[in-house]
């Protein structure tokens, strides 16, 4: 059975870190590229970070750019997101996604909130 199960969110304050893990089941990560996604309350889901297949490539959104950091490790199965110097408006639940030319998969999401 193909899971993405993120973990690693939390209540934070602003200025602090999280790192956010996914580890992924019933494929191999090696083939696909992935990416974390966001949805902040009363907003539609945004990409915030990618990452090709083999990991030399990565993508971010301009808000994060800077701040946040995507990295997989194809050997255990995961792909991170280190986020620093954490903001209000990072408030959202995340989700992990793994795509190729056939199939996407999401995660169920973990809960970031940042506030003092």
């Known amino acids: 059975q193909v899971q993405l199960v993120e973990s690693g969110g939390g209540l934070v304050q602003p200025g602090g870190s999280l790192r956010l893990s996914c580890i992924a089941s019933?494929?191999?990560?090696?083939?696909?590229?992935m990416s974390w996604h966001r949805q902040g309350p009363g907003k539609e889901r945004e990409l915030v970070a990618a990452?090709?297949?083999?990991?030399?490539?990565?993508n971010y959104a301009d808000s994060v750019k800077g701040r946040f950091t995507i990295s997989k490790d194809n050997a255990k199965n995961m792909l991170y997101l280190q986020m620093n110097s954490l903001k209000p408006e990072d408030t959202a639940v995340y989700y992990c996604?793994?795509?190729?030319?056939?199939?996407?998969?999401w995660g169920q999401g973990t809960q970031v909130t940042v506030s003092s």
């Open positions: 996604n793994a795509w190729n030319r056939r199939d996407v998969y």
């Open positions: 990452v090709s297949s083999t990991g030399g490539v990565t």
């Open positions: 019933g494929f191999t990560i090696s083939t696909y590229g």
